[in-house]
């Protein structure tokens, strides 16, 4: 894995004009000590240039509006700040704004925040009105659910300093047009002036269609129109027949309906991505994309407005994702805010190295289940808090939270699930010293290929070269196991590292790319590595006499038996019960013998701690 290399930009504000960021800063070390965290210097200095930033976009309405002639340093750009996940990037946020709301000078200035889910605006709204007191004339929230919108703030988003909506939001509203003509996110007429996107952001929507998908879609499809379900259905065996790498034209469907149309008669609430790309690709041309997930075709286009900028964004995950050095390098406008890296001595990664993808595990549920359950009952003690991360039990996936829940035989109340897809921007887990991911999400290489062709925007005739894809892969997955892990007691901090004693255990195979202790060493720095074989897997050769010895538990067997039944010598016998003598272990059973005789019996300790 290639380290994600981004130009720093480091914020020299004029000293007479930092005022707004020393007061955010003292209310930032005020809120943290009175939780005891404590980042390191290098880590609060990058904390510092997020509130500079902030600061520095309400120069421009504010005493200082001539911000070229007083700071002549300044672009109209984006930054992205990538300190680590709880580092305190969102109390700077939070204690920044408070600053700009309290001076007098700045009381024209407005600010809009864009969040990837409504969760993340409650919790926010939340911090704001817990740490500032923050009126509610003060604040809205502009959503699709109109209960939440005027449940929080004065629901009057035109009239509001400080705005809250969804990321989602933007890309609707602005469709077509630039930020400065959507009256949506205006304040008192104007564009609003400082602009905030927490976490991770591409400058174009990636359009990726699954054959197989959308052929799901086809009945519900029908209910609207029969002959859209048959344009649809033609069109998904026209894309079977296409080669890998060649170009399809997706037919026109305006004639039959529109995408909110096709949306309202969709069954499976997974099935909606299939439509919303299937009608944002009608009448392009797309290229086609073969792997082990079937046939799909891709293409992307842009979807932030040019005069969005500036804009300050905040993505831990800024140091692992390729797109944002292929899009500085490729695109321009993009700066990277000082964010040192964080240390994570003390944390131990133990990997299970076997395949656990959705696929996967259809064919291994109960071994994975077996294996996550047996660090949960024999290796952490039973006081401590742990985090399960697995797959969503939908379209035939096993249900690997139930199976697991089935296996846990110590305290099973302080084992909290969550799946992939809401692995990110919560502190609710914070709690959890022990983080357990269920297998990794890993996308298609259709995707792949457009997050990378997006980045660069580069033409979908133009593949990415072998490396690129490769470092848009392992970028993508990185980024999300580091997500994952920091749901956990790892995000806190202790100077520049994490608390002591955190674990994470993580099932994945280090093949096709990904690699083990190196992977895990880019992606958390300083952290120890150790391989973890929770179940063994048998030889072919032994299954059969496994599962003949596993169908008498409570029982005895001699070994002449055995040796009349399966061939070969006494010392053949006793090497077959050694090579399986540890997968019993795993399945909680106890295999042992005499020179006569062999015993099975289940593992009744279980008082470890």
Known sequence: ???????????????NMDRIANKAMDG????????????????????????????????????????????????????????????????????????????????????VVFLGKLDEIKSLVAKMVEDLGISKDDYS???????????????????SRVLFTTQQMLLQRCKDKSFAKSGDFHYQGK???????????????????????????????????????????????????????????????SAFATVEEGLAVITHEDDKPSIEALFSLQSLKARVIKDKHGSAMLQYHDILPDDLAPMLILDASGQQRKTYEYWQKHRKGIHALKSP????????????NIGAGKTSQKRRANDIALGVAKAINDEIPANENVLVITFKPINKQPDIKQLVVDRIDRNPDRVKFTTWGRHTATNEFADCKYVILAGVLQYSTAEYEAYGLAAKAQGIDKPLTKEEFNDIRIGEISHHILQAACRGTVRKAVGDTCPPGCHLYIIYSASDGLTGEAMMQAIFPGSSYTDWKPVSRLDPRDAEFAKHLEDMVGASITKKT?????????????????????????????????????FVKRNQSKDRF
């Not at 929230?141 to 009239?159: E, F, M, R």
């Not at 591409?202 to 029969?226: A, C, E, F």
Request: with cysteine.
């Open 562 to 598: 055995l040796r009349e039944k399966y061939g070969g010598t006494y010392s053949r016998v006793n090497r077959k019960l050694k090579r399986i003598q540890t997968y019993f272990a795993s399945k909680g059973l106890i295999l042992d013998w005499d020179k006569k005789r062999v």
């Open 1 to 15: 894995m290639s380290k994600v290399i981004l130009d720093e930009t480091i914020l020299e504000t004029p000293i």
């Open 141 to 159: 929230v502009l959503t699709s659910d109109a209960k939440l919108n005027a449940s929080l703030g004065c629901n009057n988003p035109k009239q």
């Open 191 to 253: 564009p609003r002036d400082v602009r905030i996107w927490d976490e991770a952001i591409l400058p174009s929507k990636i359009l990726v269609l699954n054959r197989d998908k959308l052929q799901r879609t086809i009945g519900d499809l029908r209910k609207l129109d029969n002959e859209l379900a048959n344009t649809v259905d033609d069109f998904c065996v026209e894309l079977k027949g296409y080669e890998n790498g060649s170009y399809i034209d997706v037919p026109d469907l």
């Open 28 to 111: 930032v070390r005020a809120a943290f000590e009175g939780w005891k965290h404590h980042p390191s210097d290098a880590h609060m200095k990058g904390l510092r240039q997020i509130a500079k930033c902030i600061q520095d976009m309400a120069f421009r309405v504010g005493t200082f509006s001539d911000v070229a002639t007083v700071y002549p340093s300044w672009k109209n750009d984006l930054f992205i700040s990538s300190l680590p996940c709880g580092m305190g990037k969102t109390t700077t946020l939070v204690q920044t704004i408070k600053a700009v709301l309290q001076e007098n000078d700045y009381k024209d200035v407005s600010f």
């Open 341 to 352: 890296e964080k240390s994570y001595k003390g944390f131990t990664v133990h990997h299970w």
